[in-house]
């Protein structure tokens, strides 16, 4: 149960949707060293979210669309595809700016949207969908009171979400970008980083 300390009670609305959480160096779980989150939901059930920082070189948005059996032959942009998350990897999510918007878009706050359905694939391929977007396969889940658990233990910062930063292509100086929205510097880092 929680107290009236417990800055992270859901009973006081502590809800960190459309936040970024930002990996602490230690973080004993070696699937999201130096990642940067986006949270796309939380709530009293868990949150879900996606990674913003790992790419999936491997996998070309061209080959993407084929493998749904989109056709590819009017494809007029390329798209980098994203790690989103250790679980169901091979569904595919993307996190996007609101300008875009179909039946099954899920609008979440302050500009940001996301939708996952084959759609949007299509109109990123024809340069007709939204001005911002992050292809991602896979997501990052918690169960109810996981996440809270994880920030009381040290293992997450979280900053307000930045469109330049989520959306940006320079993978890895993400993590670094958003410690230094903070003012801190990776380097002084501590593993024993207190409780305020």
């Not at 502590?14 to 699937?31: E, N, Q, V």
């Not at 590819?72 to 996190?95: A, D, I, K």
Request: glycine letters at 10%; proline letters at 5%.
């Amino acid at each position: 149960m929680a107290t009236e300390q417990d800055p992270f009670s859901l009973e006081d609305d502590y809800d960190l949707t459309g936040k970024l959480l930002i990996a602490m160096p230690f973080l004993s779980d070696p699937r999201f060293t130096h990642t940067v989150i986006y949270v796309c939901g939380h709530d009293a059930q868990g949150a879900m979210g996606l990674i913003v920082n790992k790419g999936l070189p491997a996998v070309t948005f061209e080959e993407l669309l084929l493998q749904m059996n989109v056709d590819v032959s009017h494809v007029t942009t390329q798209v980098p595809v994203h790690y989103g998350g250790p679980v169901e990897v091979g569904r595919g999510f993307v996190l996007h700016s609101s300008d875009y918007a179909s039946e099954s878009t899920v609008l979440i706050e302050n500009g940001f949207a996301m939708t996952a359905t084959l759609d949007i694939l299509r109109a990123i391929a024809l340069n007709e969908g939204p001005r911002d977007t992050l292809l991602a396969l896979g997501y990052v889940g918690w169960g109810s009171g996981q996440l809270e658990n994880e920030i009381q233990e040290n293992g997450w910062l979280t900053i307000e979400a930045d469109p330049a930063l989520i959306f940006g292509h320079e993978l890895e100086s993400k993590w670094r970008q958003a410690l230094a929205t903070l003012g801190i510097d990776p380097a002084v880092l501590s593993f024993e980083i207190g409780h305020a």
